[in-house]
């Protein structure tokens, strides 16, 4: 998420007085904005604090305060500092601005969309802020408000590249993998050495069931970054769909070097060592996570893989259950697939072959 900056405004110094009538309210405020720009936080406390003895119904000085208080991470207080700056009818955009940020850093993310949407009622084509609330609808998961303020965002401003990728990603999340696909292949086109829209389009062109497309992506990305985790394990897992066990074996062997107890590491690392048909190895990893994730979806998915190679053919019906659980399920399919033709399962073939197909393909 974008961050926010806080504006401070320098002034000429003068000391603090012992009391304040309402003409000096202004001055105080300035003053106190300036000790926040030279990271004189409690003397910036002291003077926002003068200033509201001076005049309790002006909005200003509390903005000051909160502002100060944030800057010494006291976020509770400052909150509180900052809303009653709002409850005063304070309409400064900066407000606005700096609530929303703390509420979203403290997880209050209701309340932060509540400070979006008021702000945004008045200042409907404020770029910076549509952008930053469908930001926190993306946190939310509720990707179809998210995708509606990034393009609105994007609508206002069509070059701005960080808000076309949120897009992207958004729509990723929402399996829009078409439209998704439309936006990141503009980044990338743009920003040709931005890894992380590299790959979310080599995510994206997965998602199209286009694996041989999404390595190109992961491959440029790694040639840019070879120590990017996220692109490495994206590389790992298309490789073992595609069916290259090795290179998927690889991956997860360099990422184990640096990860070494990242439990879906070591599970992708087991399902390489699977197809490998490396199954004492595969166990070894697999206990492991066991050992402290016995739920994990994927624990069962190769639990069940080891039962299939022992001959379990009651494990097929298990593997079709997880299929339901894991979103992600192209890999369960594939092991549906292949153990259904082991146990000769016909109407399991057929049903995994429609599972299988790409995407492209499918009927909607």
């Known amino acids: 998420m974008a961050m926010k900056f806080f504006l401070f405004f320098a002034v000429f110094a003068f000391n ?20 926040i720009r030279m990271g004189q936080l409690q003397r910036a406390i002291e003077f ?14 509390f903005i000051v305060w909160g502002r100060a208080l944030a800057s010494q991470n006291e976020n509770q207080q400052a909150l509180l ?19 929303s940020s703390i509420y979203d850093v403290t ?3 209701d309340e932060a969309i509540g400070v ?16 930053q609330l469908g930001l926190t609808w993306l946190i939310l998961k509720k990707y179809p408000e ?23 990603y958004a729509l990723l999340r929402n399996r829009e993998f078409n439209k998704a696909d439309a936006q990141l292949e503009q980044v990338v086109k743009a920003e040709p050495k931005n890894v992380e829209a590299l790959h979310l389009l080599a995510q994206t062109k997965a998602g199209l069931g286009q694996l041989d497309s999404a390595l190109l992506y992961l491959n440029r990305a790694l040639e840019i970054n070879p120590k990017y985790s996220r692109a490495l394990k994206t590389r790992a897992r298309i490789r073992l769909l595609s069916k290259d066990a090795k290179g998927a074996l690889n991956d997860y062997q360099l990422l184990l070097s640096i990860h070494s107890d990242d439990g879906a590491i070591l599970l992708g690392a087991a399902g390489a060592l699977l197809a490998l048909n490396q199954i004492k190895e595969a166990a070894v990893l ?15 998915f190769r639990q069940t893989q080891l039962a299939i190679r022992k001959g379990d053919s009651k494990a097929l019906t298990t593997l079709v259950k997880l299929a339901e659980k894991i979103s992600d399920s192209d890999e369960v ?8 033709k082991k146990f000769n399962n016909k109407q399991l073939i057929k049903e995994a072959a429609e599972h299988l197909q790409p995407r492209h393909l499918k009927k909607p």
């Open 107 to 109: 997880k209050n993310y």
């Open 116 to 131: 979006y949407q008021d702000w945004l009622s008045n200042n409907p084509h404020d770029v910076e802020l549509i952008h």
């Open 286 to 300: 697999i206990d492991k996570v066991s050992a402290t994730s016995p739920e994990h979806p994927y624990v069962r």
């Open 48 to 61: 926002a604090a003068t200033a509201v003895n001076s005049n309790p119904n002006r909005p200003e000085a």
């Open 146 to 168: 998210a995708i509606s303020n990034l393009q609105n965002a994007l609508n206002l401003e069509p070059n701005e590249h960080n808000i076309r990728q949120n897009l992207g």
């Open 81 to 99: 500092k900052y809303e009653q700056a709002r409850s005063l009818g304070s309409y400064d955009r900066e407000l606005f601005v700096e609530l």
């Open 16 to 35: 603090l007085p012992s009391y304040a009538n309402e003409s000096d309210y202004d001055r105080l405020v300035a003053r106190a904005n300036s000790f």
């Open 333 to 340: 399919w594939q092991e549906i697939a292949w153990a259904a």
